[in-house]
């Protein structure tokens, strides 16, 4: 009678893991053909810019970025680019990087055409947003380059890398 039961056991719990793998490997096909399946692979090393998935829809564009803030302190020093902060206005005020002007991406739509107006589509620019675990910067230079700017790099390491390096930061007045 024991025999019975450990041979009845045994053929459930092997029909239990067949179940278990047949669900994990139709849910990885199902995710590798749906176009907004979730990333299984992406870019988790915070020395090499953004930490991302790589969305199948949307993938980062790490050509564009700029590793390091000494190389943003000469960019400003030098005025070699409009610098772009795409964090929302409140943050902005607490602090941001020197000579950045305010174009959050939460409200891109409704200010876009002041965007315009104040910089041109040659002029180059440099955006950053807070940390290397912040994407909207990029987000933002996909759509203004959409639009026509050609000249467009991403600090990775956004207003948190320039903060612990000890750089100057600016605050709005209240």
Not at 21 to 37: D, E, Q
Not at 57 to 67: A, F, R, V, Y
Not at 132 to 149: K, P
Request: aromatic residues 10%.
């Amino acid at each position: 009678m024991i025999d019975k039961k450990n041979k009845k056991g045994s053929k459930d719990i092997r029909g239990v893991f067949a179940l278990v793998f047949f669900a994990v490997v139709t849910a990885v096909i199902f995710n590798h053909m749906s176009p907004s399946g979730i990333a299984l692979f992406g870019q988790w090393e915070t020395q090499k810019g953004v930490v991302s998935a790589n969305p199948k829809t949307n993938p980062i564009n790490n050509s564009i970025d700029i590793h390091s803030a000494q190389l943003v302190s000469k960019i400003i020093k030098e005025k070699q680019r409009t610098i772009i902060d795409v964090r929302a206005r409140e943050v902005f005020d607490m602090g941001h990087i020197p000579t950045a002007v305010s174009f959050p991406l939460v409200t891109f739509d409704d200010n876009f055409l002041q965007m315009l107006s104040t910089i041109k589509q040659h002029d180059p620019v440099l955006l950053y947003c807070s940390s290397v675990y912040c994407t909207d910067s990029h987000s933002f230079a996909d759509l203004i380059m959409n639009m026509g700017y050609t000249d467009v790099k991403v600090f990775s390491g956004g207003f948190d890398q320039w903060q612990e390096k000890g750089y100057e930061i600016e605050k709005n007045k209240e």
